[in-house]
């Protein structure tokens, strides 16, 4: 099914590893011109070549996403590039698993302040998009208490909160806005790997919760973010999708 996002400007923040480095593969794969950003530059750099040696249009840039005025800078420029927005995809998370107020601090600029402010800068090119959409990446922690309970899964929670506020607020000028909820993912590099090797107890008892035996692939998630952002859902908004292989147990009514 051709998505209709070829020709299509999309712009994701954290874009060169597991979830979002899939998502921008797959929206270039669809024909979309992108715009991408993470904290190491030659990542960035690395990431940009591989893409481009497969022939698609993309931009990298290399920024804390916790910066403000350096963050709504990188939207701008890009959007200049690339020649307007038409999808914006809030991926980055500061992991900060845990209670102490370093890791509220830091879910707080990253995980919830980034994506206000990408799609506040982002917004006088949203407007003028005649397919607009945004997409805020959370997590099925959102939903439920589990091991990252406090300021992780608060301010996941707090993103779909945000999200499906701003679909109502936006639904009159025609811009959706959606968001996913991934269940673990499992990557090369990726903290469940990290934890697969560190602690081996946890990544069982994670394991086992889930009654498909297995973890999602970062291509999995990036499906349902790239059919959110297609003028093909285009009448999906405020929609707060679950990719977890029913991980998760509660009824989302």
């Known amino acids: 099914m051709d998505l209709r996002l070829a020709g299509l400007k999309a712009l ?24 991408f950003c ?7 750099e690395a990431t940009v070549g591989e893409l481009t040696a497969a022939g698609a249009t993309v931009l ?30 809030t991926n980055v998370s500061a992991l900060a698993i845990g209670p102490g107020e370093e890791n509220w601090r830091a879910s707080f600029d990253v995980d919830l302040m980034h994506t206000v402010r990408t799609v506040e800068a982002a917004m006088p090119f949203l407007e003028r998009s005649t397919a607009p959409s945004i997409v805020v990446v959370s997590s099925v922690s959102a939903r439920e208490i589990d091991f990252a309970a406090a300021a ?5 929670a707090a ?19 959606n968001s996913v909820c991934p269940g673990n993912t499992f990557f090369e590099g990726g ?36 059919m959110l952002a ?3 859902a285009s009448f999906i908004t405020g929609t707060n999708l679950v990719v977890d292989g029913a991980l998760t147990r509660g009824v989302q009514l």
């Open 12 to 35: 994701v923040t954290g874009g060169t590893k597991g979830i979002g480095r899939a998502i921008v593969g797959q929206l270039a794969d669809e024909g979309a011109a992108v715009a």
């Open 38 to 44: 993470a904290r190491t530059e030659s990542e960035v």
């Open 60 to 89: 990298g840039g290399a920024l804390d996403v916790a910066d403000g005025p350096s963050l709504a800078a990188w939207v701008t420029d890009a959007a200049a590039s690339l020649g307007g927005l038409d999808v914006v995809v």
């Open 152 to 156: 992780y899964g608060t301010m996941k």
């Open 159 to 177: 993103l779909v909160h945000y999200a499906q506020a701003k679909a109502y607020e936006l639904a009159g000028k025609g811009i959706r806005v």
């Open 191 to 226: 903290v469940w790997e990290r934890i697969q090797h560190g602690d081996p107890k946890l990544y069982d008892e994670a394991l086992g919760l889930n009654p498909t035996g297995r973890m999602a692939t970062p291509e999995e998630v990036a499906y349902a973010v790239t």
């Open 230 to 232: 297609s003028p093909r």
